[in-house]
């Protein structure tokens, strides 16, 4: 056999290898109902609807451009079952700048201030009052869309997400939310990265995040630190700090006539 009839020989058996490990691991592959078991073991239980009433999480989030690198810290609560509010603050020269947003479950505005004082507030609508609306959930994108129909998720297969093992969904187009694909660590469970595509200035741009440094805070494993990049640039860097469940938060919080 000459070096050639070797290399395809070689080759082939590869391929044949490569095609039952896949074929194994196709086998094994959980079904959307197991991974919902699994995802709420992998949270330790507590990430369940009966349970968890409401989240305080702070940190700083650092935003790229070409120029520069602006970070920004942050402080954002949640209460079910769809209560919001969030502080982002950036340090200029001697003052602070803070952007406020408060959603009530129908209603949302946003503050600024400059220095401590109120610069001007207004009402969110259309698709900026839809985005404060999706944020304000405590799920994440695997239980949102299992939520709302679990047809809509396919298990596809396993995929290696930076060195870690992974299952492959895939999300419906019919589903009201907006992510092509999503990874779940086959260790725990949890969301490792979403996909989605974004629309930025009139054109379609491939959006991905990436979920990393997972840590037990208070029963509930959480990322600390999160990754988004467009089209293969990083936009920002999320690095939760602290991370409360439960907090206490009372409903007067979010009452954007009182505030």
């Known amino acids: 056999m000459n070096q050639l009839n070797k290399l395809f020989a070689f080759a082939f058996v590869f391929i044949a290898c490569v095609s039952l490990l896949m074929a194994a691991e196709n086998n094994e592959l959980p079904s959307i109902d197991e991974l919902k078991r699994l995802h709420f073991e992998g949270s330790d239980g507590q990430y369940t609807l009966n349970k968890l009433k409401s989240v305080y999480a702070s940190g700083r989030i650092l935003y790229y451009s070409e120029d520069e690198t602006i970070e920004r810290g942050f402080r954002i609560y949640k209460k079910r079952p769809n209560k919001y509010r969030s502080f982002y603050e950036t ?11 408060i959603y009530d479950g129908e209603n949302a505005i946003q503050i600024f201030s400059h220095g401590g004082r109120e610069v001007y507030r207004e009402n969110l609508q259309g698709d900026a009052l839809d985005s404060i609306k ?20 396919t298990v596809e297969g396993y995929q290696y997400i930076e060195g870690e093992k992974c299952i492959l969904l895939t999300v419906d187009e019919r589903s009201e939310y907006p992510y092509s694909n999503i990874w779940l660590s086959a260790e725990n469970f949890q969301e ?24 037990n805070m208070q029963g509930i494993l959480v990322a600390s630190r999160m ?5 293969g640039k990083r936009n920002f860097t999320t690095f939760i700090d602290d991370f409360n469940v439960n907090y206490g938060l009372y409903d007067s919080l979010f009452d954007i006539n009182s505030n």
């Open 192 to 215: 490792v990265k979403f996909d989605r595509f974004i629309n930025i200035e009139g054109k379609e741009a491939l959006e991905e995040v990436y979920f990393r440094n997972f840590k």
């Open 91 to 101: 340090k200029l020269a001697q003052k602070v700048v803070q952007l406020e947003v």
């Open 134 to 153: 999706f944020e304000s959930r405590l799920e994440g994108p695997f239980l949102l869309v299992l939520e709302e129909n679990k047809q809509y998720l």
């Open 227 to 231: 990754d988004k990049f467009v089209d």
